[in-house]
């Protein structure tokens, strides 16, 4: 009776932890896919800023429809990471 009951718990234990680590990496997964996202909505805000008091219009035009160009003008206003401002 003994022997069965600690194989009942370990093997709870071990369906527990298992359990968890699935549902852990599933919202590790989504938290980190939306800020992600929240990250480059941010950057994109940034970029469309900078190109409209440079007066860069036709690149805002361009850039709102042609991903790879937008692209390009990240990597130009933004060369590195440490250049890109924050924000609130």
Do not use: C
């Not at 527990?16 to 680590?21: A, D, V």
């Not at 800020?35 to 709102?64: C, F, H, P, T, V």
């Not at 990240?74 to 590195?80: D, K, R, S, V």
């Amino acid at each position: 009776l003994e022997e069965g009951r600690r194989t009942g718990l370990e093997e709870g234990r071990r369906t527990g932890l298992e359990e968890g680590r699935r549902t852990g990496l599933e919202e590790g997964r989504r938290t980190g896919l939306e800020e992600g996202r929240k990250k480059e909505r941010e950057i994109i805000l940034l970029m469309n800023q900078r190109l409209l008091e440079e007066k860069r219009y036709d690149d805002l035009e361009r850039a709102s429809k042609d991903d790879a160009f937008r692209e390009r003008l990240m990597a130009e206003l933004f060369p590195e990471p440490s250049t890109v401002p924050r924000t609130k």
